[in-house]
């Protein structure tokens, strides 16, 4: 089993769209977690980090559950722009990184 | 430009060459790492650098893997007696402190290897 766990999709979803992924890990010794999105045959880029309390940026929102080892992305209002991969990152107390497979986003008018 | 710039951004070679890939971090972060990515995959974790150390390698798949970091800047990624099975995208990134202390890593564009 991957350690940080993602459905791959693709999610098709219609421009004005809400969306929404989640992320599973198994060390119950992770500490930090993040969303990365990824364009195609790009880099990926810090999208936005993920808090015990929850937080929000503009029409994302992430959501962290400790208890059940999963954390969320949602979208709302979805934008062409949008579409790209969606990486799940945990860290632990090594400050390695572990990224999962990732969750693409198509967005379509 | 002022973001971590890898090279060469593709390298076709042989089965069983010895291939160098380089990364030159954003100037003043400590902290180095290394990922492949292959299609479809998520990145890879391979090795992570803090300063000139190794501060973690468990991620470089067998011994034909070596990276190196003397100075506590430029990186190199060494692979001896390559396989069609490396062939990936190499990423390297970097951070001011650490993935965790640090936060967001700040990747290249990678270099994409294929072994023929």
């Known amino acids: 089993r991957k350690e940080v766990e993602q459905d791959p999709g693709p999610f098709n979803v219609p421009e004005g769209a809400t969306v929404a992924f989640n992320c599973t890990y198994s060390n119950s010794a992770s500490q930090s977690f993040f969303w990365y999105r990824q364009d195609c045959r790009k880099e990926p880029k810090l999208l936005m980090s993920v808090y015990s309390s929850g937080n929000e940026d503009g029409r994302f929102t992430a959501q962290l559950n400790r208890a059940s080892q999963y954390i969320s992305l949602l979208i709302r209002d979805s934008k062409l722009s949008d579409s790209a991969t969606y990486l799940c990152?945990?860290?632990?107390?090594?400050?390695?990184?572990?990224f999962g497979t990732g969750t693409r986003l198509q967005v379509f008018p | 430009g002022a973001g971590v710039s890898q090279t060469p951004s593709n390298k076709v070679t042989e089965k069983g060459k010895y291939v160098e890939l380089r990364c030159d971090p954003i100037s003043g972060h400590t902290a180095l790492y290394w990922y492949r990515q292959s299609l479809g995959q998520g990145p890879e974790f391979l090795i992570y650098?803090?300063?000139?150390?190794?501060?973690?390698d468990s991620g470089l798949p067998n011994d034909r893997f070596f990276a190196v970091r003397p100075e506590g800047s430029v990186s190199t990624l060494k692979i001896q007696r390559t396989e069609r099975g490396d062939s990936a995208v190499y990423l390297c990134?970097?951070?001011?402190?650490?993935?965790?202390?640090?936060?967001?890593?700040?990747f290249g564009e990678g270099s994409r290897l294929t072994v023929l």
């Open positions: 650098f803090q300063g000139t150390g190794a501060a973690d």
């Open positions: 990152v945990v860290i632990r107390n090594t400050d390695k990184l572990i």
């Open positions: 990134a970097s951070s001011v402190r650490g993935g965790d202390r640090g936060g967001e890593l700040f």
